[in-house]
């Protein structure tokens, strides 16, 4: 299970505070992602970057934010803006869009 | 964009029977297609893909049937055991752009 993680495991947030979470890989991995899954719903994109300093907005981008400033990290930003973040948030990468993601093991937020 | 609906959402079995997850995708020029698997609690692992120039690969108990025509896939488990039972995703990719994934299949297996 090694190559991708992510941290912390579990977050407890207040509302209106924006908190970050992380991630990192030591694959070598040009594309990175971040995903939201909530019960019932299954993967569903938040942010993506093929390369270090772009990254492009995924189909549930309100509320959040990312930065690729190197190859190996991509964190997100979850901001006051998004209406509900308590979800289990899930950071991939693969070596081209095209190609098998690999996922980390997850950070559960909570917001209280 | 893509839209791949998966059924069932949920599926039961007795251990040793057949389970069968299908997915069907909008985009005809979709051409990757992977199923992930999900133990509860733990991060989706690959388990399988196929491309379109393919029509079924296996992988010992597991296969994958890929319909390009009527734009549908379906993963074959066969034998089914206890720790079979997880939380099954199809996938699918339009080009040289991100995955959709649907929704997901809870399969339960029982001894």
Redesign the interface.
């Known amino acids: 299970?090694g190559g991708i993680t992510q941290s912390p495991k579990y977050l407890f947030r207040k509302e209106g505070q924006n908190v970050t979470l992380s991630c990192e890989q030591n694959l070598n991995h040009d594309a990175m992602?971040w995903y939201r899954q909530d019960p019932?719903?299954?993967?569903?994109?938040i942010y993506?970057s093929q390369i270090v300093n772009d990254f492009q907005k995924?189909?549930i981008a309100e509320g959040y934010s990312v930065s690729r400033e190197k190859k190996e990290s991509f964190p997100l930003t979850v901001t006051s803006a998004q209406k509900n973040p308590t979800a289990f948030y899930?950071c991939a990468s693969s070596a081209s869009?095209?190609g098998?993601?690999?996922?980390?093991?997850?950070t559960r937020l909570t917001v209280l | 964009?893509e839209n791949v609906e998966?059924h069932p959402?949920t599926l039961s079995v007795q251990e040793g029977d057949s389970a069968v997850i299908k997915c069907t995708y909008s985009d005809s020029a979709s051409?990757?297609f992977?199923w992930y698997k999900q133990e509860l609690g733990?991060?989706?692992?690959?388990i399988i893909?196929i491309r379109s120039n393919v029509g079924e690969k296996k992988d010992q108990r597991i296969a994958v049937t890929l319909n390009k025509t009527a734009k549908h896939f379906s993963l074959h488990i066969t034998e089914t055991q206890p720790e079979d039972s997880a939380v099954y995703?199809c996938a699918a990719?339009s080009g040289?752009?991100?995955?959709?994934?649907?929704?997901?299949t809870m399969l339960l297996v029982s001894p």
């Open positions: 299970d992602y019932g719903q299954g993967l569903r994109l993506y995924g189909d899930l869009l095209t098998e993601q690999f996922f980390g093991p997850g | 964009g998966q959402s051409n990757y992977p733990k991060r989706p692992q690959l893909d995703f990719n040289y752009s991100t995955l959709t994934f649907g929704k997901g």
